[in-house]
């Protein structure tokens, strides 16, 4: 197993199970650092690690920042809004001016597919898809398959639904490719204008009922509910919406008992996902955000420090 | 007095239902005669072994000037055409300024007659600046040498605008070129809409967008009695309902892009920016559809689309891209390789889509080896083996899928009015 040749990672459409496993298990070390008092592993000191992101994060930023110090990386962030791209700077001069600058690793995310895949290709650098439009976010995914495989100990055979907009979700399609590689049954389910008939050859069922979908399922990762790219009438309203998809306690009877429930943040409380649910006990939602910092201190590890797994954290 | 002799070639003439080996003699730029072992003091070329036809002729190409000059200019694309066995393009009128008035058109082709080497013919807008709005006056369009009016690149969305322009043609009996495209369905599209661009999480161009136009535009030629021609057809369901009118009598021909008889949307899963192109690359199922068309006539004519673009605007974010491919030089190669040596289309007829068939959609006097004609000939070898190398093009367009790629059957010769302009690709 050689992740660490692995130069980008831009989805986990190209990755195969046991670099999946291989992250995860990473993973699990680098958690043990984040609950240490001392949080600072000395693996990726010297190595320099910079952000940009050109669509709004929270969450994914940070995360990805404080992972790559707690491994003692330097890691720069890119205020995009302050930089040379409001001067009308190409994409393509702004990565060679960072990757000029002694840069070992990009994260990227940008409101367009296939941008990390274009930057990949001409810059020496790794980039990590940190979500790039409607194609892919695998960092999102592979937190959500380690928060699933750390409750319930396996991925393999898992009845997961993944609720919402999967027409323009990245979080979606990186859940999708990551999930069939460990066997799970996955259903998709929203209105039938966001879920496309072709999506069922990815090797999903598709629903247009909430509560078929729930049936006995193990897991549910609820969409954020996309406003920015409602521009056309897929949809009525949010009221409509909410009628039928949200997440609350009623529907949630169908799924099994220990269900657990995922949501990639921010949340649209009352649109797709019920406050009740959000802060219950089957609500993962903060676990999630710490998990993904292990995550993301997992991959920076393995493509930054080019050690073996057995090293982590010594 | 110059003479040229082809010996021993393989002649096609589809107009004059000849396909044999024969010679053929160009006296003073013009076909003297076409007949077995002919002697003559002439400089001879041997075409033992190749392809010997009629010059062939692009109905759709861009030629970028005036005004994207950066692009590419007519210099650079008619030696790109000539390079890739074309004697004769017509260039779309999406210039800056538009060919929307006699004084663009007179210059275009002013400047083909100085600084190009193949025929140049015009296509004028059909509205003024192409917005689709107020007719382009198409009386002076004519008269300044335009062949057919086209606002290609945009549709015509308004069908009051449309019915307009068909009864306005009709005058003439000027052929009115539709770019197909329903604008409400295909917005911010990068790529065929269905499996791929949902795996590839790009928004999607909807077949039913094309279909859609081509529906309207058949139903007003119907109506008027216009000739309209469907440029770059490429989904399943427009070749359906063009076979539909042309049973029914009405006056619509069409054409169709070399990159859309042979390349599907599961390749633009790389991201590179020469993938997009529009109307976009289809499926394996449109493909099907289309080749089958080839055959059966409900397709006139293969023509490029010949879109080059300078390196910055491919050099960027697929949905920053600019939509084209770099068709001239590539055209008679990819037809060769994917559709002649695989058996799908014979020799003949894929003669006659390059030939007289796109000169008769738009009238020109072109594409037969009649004895008087102008000596247009092209000779293609079919068994010459190159790979596609972007960097070695005429044209200043770049941007092709095809880069890299090995493919069987090129152009050995290309002749305009009996002068030799290209020799393997080079031009002399």
Redesign the interface.
């Known amino acids: 197993m050689n992740f660490e040749r692995r130069k980008d990672l831009l989805g986990l459409k190209d990755l195969g199970r046991e670099e999946i496993d291989l992250i995860l298990n990473t993973a699990e070390p680098m958690k043990d650092i984040l609950k240490r008092d001392m949080k600072k592993a000395p693996a990726l000191r010297g190595k320099a690690m910079v952000t940009v992101f050109y669509e709004a994060s929270t969450r994914t930023r940070t995360s990805f920042e404080i992972a790559g110090k707690y491994l003692s990386a330097d890691t720069v962030n890119l205020a995009v809004s302050t930089s040379s791209v409001q001067k009308g700077e190409s994409l393509r001069d702004t990565i060679k001016t960072i990757e000029v600058m002694g840069f070992d690793l990009m994260v990227i995310r940008h409101s367009m597919s296939g941008t990390p895949h274009y930057l990949a290709r001409n810059t020496k650098m790794s980039i990590i898809n940190a979500g790039d439009g409607a194609n892919e976010h695998p960092t999102q995914a592979l937190l959500d398959l380690y928060t699933i495989r750390e409750k319930k100990g396996t991925l393999e055979g898992l009845k997961v639904a993944i609720v919402g907009d999967i027409l323009h979700s990245r979080v979606a399609r990186s859940n999708i490719y990551g999930l069939t590689k460990f066997g799970c049954e996955i259903r998709v389910v929203g209105p039938s204008t966001l879920i496309p008939p072709e999506v069922e050859k990815m090797g999903v069922k598709s629903y247009y009922s909430l509560d078929k979908a729930l049936d006995g399922v193990d897991v549910v990762n609820v969409l954020r509910l996309q406003k920015e790219r409602q521009e056309t009438a897929l949809f009525p309203s949010m009221e409509e919406y909410a009628n039928l998809y949200m997440i609350g306690r009623e529907g949630l009877k169908r799924a099994k008992e220990d269900v657990l429930v995922l949501h990639p943040g921010p949340m649209n409380r009352g649109v797709e996902i019920s406050s009740e649910i959000a802060d219950g006990s089957q609500s993962l939602i903060n676990e999630q955000v710490t998990n993904g910092v292990a995550i993301r201190m997992a991959l920076l590890f393995l493509m930054m420090g080019g050690a073996r797994d057995d090293e982590v954290a010594s | 007095m110059t003479k040229l002799l082809v010996k021993g070639g393989r002649v096609i003439d589809p107009a004059n239902g000849i396909d044999e080996v024969i010679d053929l003699l160009v006296t003073d730029g013009i076909i003297a005669a076409v007949d077995k072992n002919i002697k003559a003091a002439a400089e001879v070329i041997d075409a033992a072994g190749l392809i010997v036809c009629p010059g062939l002729v692009d109905i759709h190409t861009h030629l970028r000037e005036p005004g994207y000059e950066y692009k590419e200019d007519i210099a650079s694309g008619t030696r790109a055409a000539a390079a890739g066995g074309f004697t004769t393009i017509c260039c779309m009128p999406n210039t800056k300024p538009v060919i929307d008035n006699g004084a663009t058109a007179s210059f275009v082709r002013e400047r083909a007659r100085k600084s190009g080497v193949v025929n140049v013919y015009p296509v004028g807008a059909i509205t003024q600046q192409q917005e689709g709005k107020r007719l382009a006056p198409i009386a002076e369009l004519i008269a300044a040498g335009c062949v057919a009016v086209s606002d290609d690149g945009q549709a015509v969305m308004s069908s009051e605008v449309m019915k307009n322009a068909l009864e306005y043609a009709k005058m003439w009996g000027l052929p009115v070129l539709s770019h197909c495209e329903d604008k409400n369905l295909s917005h911010n599209g ?1 790529m065929n809409e ?2 791929y661009s ?6 999607g161009i909807p077949a039913v967008a094309e279909d859609i136009m081509v529906s309207r535009d058949i139903l007003l030629a119907e109506l008027t009695g216009a000739h309209v021609h469907i440029c770059h057809v490429s989904t399943r369901g427009a070749v359906e309902l063009i076979r539909r009118a042309k049973k029914k009598g009405i006056h619509v021909t069409c054409e169709v892009a070399p990159h859309h008889l042979t390349l599907t949307d599961e390749i633009v899963g ?2 590179d ?1 020469d993938t997009k192109v529009n109307p976009p690359l289809r499926t394996g199922n449109d493909i099907e559809a289309l080749i089958a068309a080839l055959s059966d006539g409900t397709i006139d004519c293969i023509a490029t689309d010949h879109a080059p673009h300078n390196i ?1 605007s491919k ?6 891209a600019a939509y084209g491919i770099s068709g001239l030089e590539t055209a008679v190669a990819v037809c060769m390789d994917w559709l002649f040596h695989t058996g799908k289309v014979n020799i003949n007829q894929l003669i006659k889509l390059l030939t007289i068939q796109p000169a008769e959609v738009l009238r020109l006097n072109r594409g037969t080896l009649d004895i008087g004609a102008e000596a247009d000939i092209t000779i293609i070898n079919p068994e010459t083996k190159k790979q596609v190398v972007p960097n070695r093009f005429y044209s200043k367009g770049t941007n092709t899928p095809y880069k890299g790629m090995m493919l069987k059957g090129w152009p050995y010769m290309t002749i305009v009015k009996g002068r030799i302009v290209a020799r393997d690709g080079i031009i002399l």
Request: hydrophobic share 20%.
């Open positions: 990068q269905g499996y949902i795996l590839y999480g790009l928004k790389t991201y920016t910055e050099d960027c974010e697929y949905n920053l």
